[in-house]
């Protein structure tokens, strides 16, 4: 056996064995009620919500301490993101409830981000790294009521850290991995994640400022013998300043700067050693919040500048080509909750947001000045909670397009909450509007022609407790329905291909379900499993797996000690393999296949902490999406230091 694995597995059992000489604590059971803010922009309590919010906290990115935001997020009921588990500078496709990445929308601190340049308008999560979030809401169906376009399926709401209550703190952490296939395995250090952050009060004022860094000599993006490893290396800066003028009025601002460079191959099974692909990304906000006698008011406005450059190699013409792409957001959302009575609240707003791209390079130039979008969107959310139980969400947004002009969408979910059985029974029914992208709109594939997709879907579920809510169970069944799908169709002649609506209804629906269970005051275990299904005559099941089953076991040890699991099993896949002889999109079906995650993490003291990782542990050999490599068993090692 390879003297090297057994160093790493020394090491994690070395931390695990510190565990005995510990004394047990006599730490309580965690309440599983929380404090939810996506499906009204206010925080409220989580039963009073007529949806199943999955919310991923603070501790539960310690216990998966190691795994990248989208690793974390693949664990979700109803979400798949696709790339999670391969190469680190692979692209994310996310596809929730049969939809699509253009359907699911990032929110990051109550702003929507996206990449205008890209084909489907959204936000790489790659530029994000785990150590600067404090908490994820997972809202699915839905919501464009609050949040406009582009949250048809789904919206992902990340909150990043702010300045704690102690008057200066602060906190460093490296660690090193591995990074291997299946295939091919190299226990040395081939993956640094590094950073710091300080944060405190000086009277009024608070601030956050977090630096991190990743350097990764990857593994291969496509799945091939003896291809070139491909790097990945990020840096990321955030610093949060807020002032608390009064018990009133309060301010937040925020300055982000993003950057990764990844090497990247030429496609399914076709290796490269000189594609290169770098992301830049600036992004500033200001957030005036004002509490008066029967509500509150604030605006959250933020501006991102986003630049994309490639080098890739051309095997037609045998030079290496350049391409530079630039997007500019700006969204700004003038938010007011007004206490109408005792239960019942309305919320309104005004969302402006705008957008343009530019492109040069070897596929041609797009202006910005012509490619751009800005919309105006009044919206209106009316919340009830009875002292029966009964809890109603109702609102409409009409959507103001420079475009496509006015277009309307409203939601309805009823719910009711009975007290005396710890019951909760779900509803509801909305309706989405998603425009087409620029991309899809003005690169050299587009279609001015192109029409909005137009999304409805209903809902209905449960939430019970049981054991003075030890153990928790939710359901959700949906049904979604789609008409005007935008995709890309060959063309046999130039430019060999063209984005257009599909005339296909299609209908996907499914279900999706989660188990939370505190057996004794130190384990909790999680299980969930989704369902997912999409009928239309055109092949729409490109990666989602009609079944997947997620579960979770983390066990607190001692007060210094914690441990937790995780296991996966993803359903077959169908791929949609472009055949460049015939013009045609073949399919291809991925097998099913399992993965088992652990993690130790041990309390040096107050100050000091360490923790051992392992992802597929079982060192399984599969692939997300045709042609591409995943990672096979990797093992992490790495401390914080917080002061």
């Known amino acids: 056996m390879n003297t090297k694995f057994i160093k790493w597995s020394v090491c994690a059992i070395l931390l695990t064995s510190f565990s005995y000489a510990q004394e047990k604590d006599s730490l309580k059971v965690t309440s599983l009620n929380e404090v939810v803010v996506s499906d009204t922009k206010f925080a409220q309590k989580k039963e009073k919500s007529g949806k199943i919010i999955e919310v991923i906290t603070a501790k539960d990115l310690e216990a998966r301490k190691g795994q990248s935001v989208a690793q974390v997020l693949n664990q979700v009921a109803g979400l798949e993101i696709n790339g999670s588990n391969s190469s680190a500078g692979k692209n994310l496709e996310y596809y ?14 109550g702003n929507p981000v996206n990449d205008a340049t890209t084909i ?59 990074q291997n296939t299946s295939e091919k395995t190299n226990l040395n250090g081939q993956e640094f994640n590094q950073g710091f952050g300080v944060n405190g009060n000086i009277g009024k004022l608070n601030f956050n400022t977090t630096l991190n860094s990743t350097e990764v000599d990857g593994i291969s993006e496509a799945k091939g013998e003896n291809f070139e490893r491909n790097n990945f290396s990020r840096i990321n800066l955030n610093q949060k300043i807020g002032y608390n003028a009064s018990e009133r009025f309060n301010l937040e601002s925020f300055v982000n700067y993003d950057k990764f460079i990844s090497d990247y191959d030429d496609g399914a099974f076709q290796d490269s050693d000189l594609n ?62 007004l206490d109408l009575f005792d239960g019942a609240h309305l919320i309104t707003g005004v969302q402006s947001q705008f957008m343009d791209m530019y492109q040069t390079g070897a596929w041609g130039e797009v202006d910005n000045k012509s490619t751009k979008f800005n919309s105006i969107d009044p919206y209106f959310t009316a919340v009830y909670n009875s002292s029966f139980g009964l809890n109603v969400n109702a609102g409409a947004r009409l959507n103001i397009h420079s475009e496509y002009g006015n277009s309307l969408v409203y939601n309805v979910n009823p719910s009711f ?18 425009t087409p992208t620029l991309y899809q709109l003005y690169s050299a594939y587009g279609n001015l022609d192109l029409k909005p997709e137009e999304d409805k879907t209903a809902e209905i579920g449960f939430e019970k407790g049981f054991l003075n809510n030890k153990l928790k169970i939710n359901a959700v069944g949906f049904y979604r329905e789609e008409v005007n799908k935008i995709d890309f169709i060959s063309l046999n002649v130039a430019p060999w ?23 004794f005051d130190k384990i909790k275990l999680t299980a969930n499993y989704t369902f997912t299904q999409v009928e239309t005559n055109i092949s729409q099941l490109q990666l989602i797996p009609k079944h997947k089953f997620n579960a979770g076991f983390d066990y607190t040890v001692t007060k210094r000690l914690s441990w937790s699991a995780q296991y996966q099993y993803t359903d077959d896949k169908i791929d949609l393999f472009y055949n460049s002889s015939t013009f045609t999109n073949d399919e291809v079906v991925l097998k099913s296949y399992q993965i088992i995650n652990s993690n130790v993490s041990f309390k040096l003291n107050k100050n000091v902490s360490v923790f051992g990782n392992v992802t597929n542990l079982l060192d399984v050999d599969f692939m997300e999406k045709n042609g591409y490599s995943t990672r096979g068993r990797n093992f992490k090692l790495g401390f914080n230091l917080q002061f």
Not at 300 to 328: G, I, P, Q, V
């Open 276 to 337: 290169k692909y770098t992301a830049e990304q600036v992004r500033v906000g200001i957030k005036p919040q004002y509490r008066y006698k029967k509500g509150e008011i604030y605006l959250n406005t933020a501006f991102a500048n986003l630049e994309r450059y490639y080098e890739s190699f051309s095997s037609w013409s045998m030079t290496l080509d350049e391409t530079y792409y630039k997007s500019r957001t700006i969204n700004t959302d003038l938010v007011n909750k």
């Open 120 to 178: 489907a308008s959204i936000y790489d999560l790659r530029l994000l790294p785990v150590e600067q979030i404090e908490k994820i809401e997972v809202l699915k169906g839905s919501s464009s009521v609050l949040y406009g376009s582009g949250a048809a399926t789904g919206v992902i709401s990340i909150t990043t850290k702010k300045a704690k209550k102690d008057s200066f703190g602060g906190n460093a952490y490296f660690n090193l991995g591995t």
């Open 497 to 519: 291909g063209q984005y257009q609506n599909i005339e296909d209804r299609i209908n996907a629906k499914g279900i999706e379900s989660n188990i939370a269970y505190l057996p």
């Open 417 to 434: 909450y009975l007290e005396k059985y710890n019951l909760r029974l779900l509803s509801s029914f909305s309706t989405a509007y998603i």
């Open 96 to 109: 929730v409830r049969g939809g699509r990445s253009r359907q699911v929308l990032i929110v990051i601190d």
